[in-house]
């Protein structure tokens, strides 16, 4: 799996996209709430809620990486919140649940392209694991403790994903500015 690292910035890359369709609520005297951006951090996380568990039983294996992240449970969950969203604001659904959903099945698809056993992408439907052919992240290894060398090597390859996606974003701002300055 992928550090939080990784999984923050591949939720930061969604709010960046979403925030042009919801901008954050301004509060006389506070400023903007940052609230799609908790929503975007918060359930580019979510699917390793089960980590808590196997940290505390000290059995990681056991469950981490299996009902979480599952793409059915994930769509069950983001259907739930955008319904909560809708009934709270009173409109939204579609775009909560998508913004929801995006930041879930992007954690499962990072996961499903991490060195490892694979994540329960259809489950409960099967218990089988999926991977991807390719490996894009080299990922945690916590079977060797908190302070393992290889996790360097992890802090390392997410740094670099970390400073593309940086660039990325930056270039394209750039782009956007030096547009609307020429028009």
Same mark, same amino acid.
């Given at each position: 799996?992928?550090?939080?690292?990784? &999984?923050?910035?591949?939720?930061?890359?969604?709010?960046?996209?979403?925030?042009? &369709?919801?901008?954050?609520? =301004?509060?006389?005297?506070i400023?903007?709430?940052?609230?799609?951006l +908790?929503?975007?951090?918060?359930?580019? +996380?979510?699917?390793? @809620?089960d980590?808590?568990?196997?940290?505390?039983? %000290?059995?990681?294996?056991?469950?981490?990486?299996?009902?979480?992240?599952?793409?059915?449970? %994930?769509?069950?969950?983001? *259907?739930?919140? %955008?319904?909560?969203?809708?009934?709270?604001?009173?409109?939204?659904?579609?775009? #909560?649940?998508?913004?929801?959903?995006?930041?879930? %099945? *992007?954690?499962? *698809?990072m996961?499903?392209?991490?060195?490892? $056993?694979? =994540?329960?992408?259809?489950?409960?439907?099967?218990?089988?694991?999926?991977?991807?052919?390719?490996? !894009?992240?080299?990922? !945690? &290894? #916590?079977?060797?403790?908190? +302070?393992?060398?290889?996790?360097? #090597?992890?802090?390392?390859?997410?740094?670099?994903? =970390? +400073?593309?996606?940086?660039? @990325?974003?930056?270039?394209?701002l750039? $782009?956007? $500015?030096?547009?609307?300055?020429?028009?």
């Amino acid at each position: 799996m992928p550090s939080p690292i990784a &999984h923050l910035t591949a939720g930061y890359v969604i709010y960046r996209m979403a925030r042009r &369709h919801e901008p954050e609520p =301004v509060v006389k005297g506070i400023g903007p709430l940052p609230g799609l951006l +908790l929503v975007t951090a918060g359930f580019s +996380l979510l699917p390793d @809620v089960d980590s808590v568990v196997g940290l505390l039983t %000290g059995d990681f294996g056991r469950y981490h990486n299996n009902a979480t992240h599952s793409l059915l449970v %994930g769509t069950a969950v983001s *259907l739930l919140f %955008g319904a909560g969203m809708k009934r709270w604001r009173g409109d939204g659904f579609r775009f #909560w649940t998508g913004v929801a959903l995006a930041c879930y %099945g *992007l954690h499962v *698809l990072m996961d499903a392209a991490t060195w490892g $056993r694979g =994540v329960m992408a259809l489950w409960p439907l099967t218990d089988n694991r999926f991977r991807f052919p390719f490996i !894009l992240f080299y990922g !945690l &290894h #916590w079977s060797q403790g908190w +302070l393992s060398i290889r996790h360097l #090597w992890t802090l390392f390859t997410e740094l670099l994903f =970390v +400073l593309g996606t940086v660039l @990325v974003i930056f270039l394209r701002l750039n $782009r956007r $500015r030096l547009r609307k300055s020429k028009g």
